[in-house]
């Protein structure tokens, strides 16, 4: 199979702002809520905040900082990319293409767990913008604690207009993310810089000795802490998932040079406010700054968890579109938002989805310390699913010996699957809720796909040989009426003849002078060369007949606009050359209905009915010109 090179991204400040303002939004805003959950007082397994613990605490987050986003994100996880491309999918699309050598019951549960962390991802996108944008209007009950009535109803009415304008795409946002969090980063490292002039002493806590200190003599305390240190590295898959757009060399220059100091600096400056006075624990973010800068500081950090929020609402549209490209979930309306740059893209059903779910989540909990008790279990099952699939690609696609891999990749996952455990503890406090998110996904996930495959096969039965029919054809059964243009019949393969074509003759008694059956397939990179874009196939019982056969292949990121393909036909691939705006398309769609015929089980039926309704328009998904369609329908038993 003939791929495209993945796109090159040179090292340029640009492309450094620019992934400072998308990539880092979610995992740069942590520090405003991560210290003050530690010590919240309402968690089921409070941490008293003395020096001892302090130290601990600071400690632990600076290793797991240094751990799971240097370590297993930046170092290891994004030399995995597909083609540029990164993320769970991407890991999931790597396996598919090296899986010589993995039994088929391993391969399935290997992609099982990818599919599962692209499911805690989608959950994780529906409290990112809850806990985010929650914990900077919380910075008014810092300034005057008689706001504290405003921030639920604030909060929600930010949200409401976040997903609001996300129809008009993130193209002239994104434009002034990357200069607002460089404004952002270098004010929380200042902040910490002045907190660190409180209490000096506070730097001890770089060392590793504190927090295994801290786990060995209090394993208790640090055990149920770590659900909440967890906190700090949210959003360290997306460091992953955005390298398509940014390319890895911009991504770990932003992350080593700027990003992680500036987050070390604030969390040593929190750490030494509490050091200093317990009670500055309540909020010690926003009580670094001077009183007469918490308004304006209240202001900036709310634009940066808005744009926090943006980058996993971003993702999620990514994730879904990839998903269903990919035959996981079904085809959603996706809008592409801007002309120039790839891979921006708004899903209108997913976004009121994504809304209601966000503002539902804020009535709720109401505060994000709240809400931080279910934010852990999304992040640690992604990163863990993430830890495990890496090391299994790396072992196929680089040949790594595996007594390098296995003390590296048991060391990591140990990391995980304890942050894992500690936010299992917390299941009843909150933490049942990403769970319950991401398993129904993947129940729809992985009944859609099994659904698909049945009903594919049912309708190839329906629809018969391709052979067979232009052979009945060619010698006039039934004898039909030629007519002149050009019809473009879309199917699923080339062995089967389309229901449409089928219908059209037997009903009309009719067919067009020029006839492509085409199928669209979709690759396992992100993007098709365009010299591969078609390939034509022999159909030799229809090339005297003027039938001819097509196979046209879209990247699993790519829109799949049908017409723009036709359009590369030459008139020695087709008989003529194709004008697109004189051919008529033929579609056979598929009503689905229930029966008692073996495959599935009844749950698993009703809900891949139910999946089917909010499928895209066929007409839409392939940028075809309605006025140009032709759609004939059948009844499929599921």
Not at 482 to 489: E, I, L, Q
Not at 526 to 535: S, Y
Request: charged share 15%; net charge neutral; with cysteine.
């Amino acid at each position: 199979m003939t791929t495209e090179s993945a796109p090159a991204h040179p090292l340029r400040a640009g492309l450094v702002i620019g992934a400072l303002g998308v990539v880092f939004g979610d995992l740069g805003t942590s520090p405003i809520y991560a210290l003050q959950t530690l010590f919240d007082p309402r968690d089921p397994h409070p941490i008293s905040p003395t020096p001892e613990n302090v130290y601990g605490v600071v400690s632990l987050i600076f290793w797991s900082v240094m751990i799971i986003v240097t370590l297993t994100y930046v170092l290891l996880a994004m030399r995995a990319d597909n083609d540029g491309e990164g993320g769970i999918l991407a890991l999931i699309t790597l396996l598919r293409r090296w899986s010589k050598g993995i039994g088929p019951r391993l391969m399935a549960i290997l992609i099982a767990l990818g599919l599962l962390g692209a499911a805690m991802f989608l959950g994780d996108s529906m409290i990112t913008p809850a806990i985010s944008v929650l914990s900077a209007v919380e910075g008014l009950e810092v300034v005057d604690p008689g706001l504290h009535e405003l921030v639920v109803p604030l909060t929600s009415v930010i949200v409401f207009v976040l997903f609001l304008v996300q129809r008009f795409g993130s193209g002239v946002v994104g434009r002034v993310f990357g200069p607002v969090m460089v404004v952002w980063f270098t004010v929380i490292g200042a902040l910490g810089i002045s907190g660190i002039t409180v209490e000096p002493r506070i730097v001890r806590a770089l060392s590793p000795t504190y927090a295994i200190e801290f786990a060995v003599h209090h394993h208790g305390v640090a055990f149920f802490a770590l659900a909440a240190v967890v906190l700090a590295v949210t959003g360290a898959e997306a460091l992953y998932a955005d390298m398509g757009h940014f390319g890895r060399p911009s991504i770990t220059v932003a992350w080593i040079f700027f990003v992680a100091p500036a987050l070390v600096l604030c969390y040593l400056g929190q750490g030494a406010l509490i050091l200093h006075d317990s009670k500055d624990s309540s909020a010690p973010f926003f009580l670094l700054s001077p009183d007469w800068a918490r308004i304006p500081l209240v202001v900036l950090t709310t634009f940066a968890t808005v744009i926090a929020a943006q980058a996993v609402i971003s993702g999620a549209f990514s994730v879904a579109s990839q998903a269903g490209q990919l035959g996981y979930m079904p085809r959603l309306r996706v809008v592409h938002t801007s002309d120039r740059t790839y891979g921006q893209i708004y899903i209108p059903w997913l976004n009121w989805l994504l809304m209601v779910s966000v503002i539902t989540l804020v009535f709720a909990f109401r505060s994000s310390s709240a809400l931080a008790f279910a934010y852990g279990m999304a992040v640690t099952a992604t990163i863990s699913v993430t830890t495990l699939l890496f090391f299994v690609v790396a072992r196929r696609r680089w040949s790594v010996p595996w007594w390098i891999l296995a003390p590296l990749a048991a060391f990591l996952l140990a990391v995980d699957l304890l942050f894992f455990a500690a936010n299992v503890t917390k299941l009843l406090h909150g933490a049942w809720l990403p769970l319950v998110i991401g398993i129904t996904v993947f129940a729809i996930m992985t009944t859609w796909a099994r659904g698909s495959q049945i009903t594919q096969a049912r309708r190839s039965v329906m629809e018969g040989s391709l052979d067979e029919f232009l052979d009945d054809l060619a010698n006039d059964r039934p004898k039909v009426d030629v007519v002149d243009g050009t019809a473009v019949f879309l199917n699923r393969d080339l062995a089967s003849a389309p229901l449409a074509f089928r219908s059209n003759v037997a009903h009309n008694r009719v067919r067009h002078r020029h006839v492509l059956i085409a199928t669209v397939e979709v690759a396992t990179v992100p993007r098709v060369a365009p010299a591969d874009r078609v390939r034509m196939r022999a159909l030799d019982a229809g090339e005297a007949g003027g039938v001819r056969g097509a196979v046209i292949r879209f990247g699993y990121a790519e829109p799949p606009d049908v017409p723009s393909a036709l359009a590369m036909l030459t008139p020695w691939d087709c008989g003529k050359r194709v004008d697109v705006e004189d051919v008529t398309y033929f579609l056979s769609t598929a009503e689905l209905d229930y029966s008692d015929r073996p495959g599935m089980a009844a749950w698993r039926k009703r809900l891949f009915i139910a999946s089917s309704f909010v499928k895209a328009d066929v007409s839409d998904h392939f940028r075809l010109p309605r006025d140009q369609v032709v759609v004939l329908g059948t009844r499929i038993p599921v």
